[in-house]
């Protein structure tokens, strides 16, 4: 069974960082589409970044350029590097995997964390 365990989050101040990491067990992160979403309080969930088994990644308007999707070391974890954090950043943080690329068959990814909470203060 693949299980995927989100770490890392926590609070802090507008301005600063965060590395969240999520550890897959029974998934192979390098060679499948891995990304992170994000759900606000009172909000949708929304896709941050995400990355393909190519290499290619994309993000979310709101955190380009702030934000970065990593291929960890490891065969098994993924990372979202975090900067510049905004209180707009404020949410649960969601790791997800499939072994297609979900948004081109219009639906969701197929395997997802419980998520990790990320609060970020003014």
């Known amino acids: 069974q693949v299980q995927l365990e989100e770490s890392g989050g926590g609070s802090v101040q507008a301005g600063g960082s965060l590395r969240l990491s999520c550890a897959a067990s029974?998934?192979?992160?390098?060679?499948?589409?891995m990304a992170w979403f994000r759900q606000p309080p009172g909000k949708q969930r929304e896709e941050v970044a995400t990355?393909?088994?190519?290499?290619?990644?994309r993000y979310a308007d709101s955190v380009k350029g702030r934000f970065t999707i990593i291929k960890a070391n490891a065969e098994s974890t993924l990372d979202l590097q975090m900067e510049s954090l905004i209180p707009e950043d404020t949410a649960m943080y969601y790791c997800?995997?499939?072994?297609?690329?979900?948004?081109?068959?219009?639906?969701?990814?197929?395997?997802w964390g419980q998520g990790t909470q990320v609060t970020v203060s003014s």
């Open positions: 997800a995997a499939d072994s297609f690329p979900w948004w081109s068959f219009g639906r969701e990814p197929q395997y």
């Open positions: 990355l393909g088994n190519d290499g290619r990644t």
């Open positions: 029974r998934w192979s992160v390098r060679s499948s589409y």
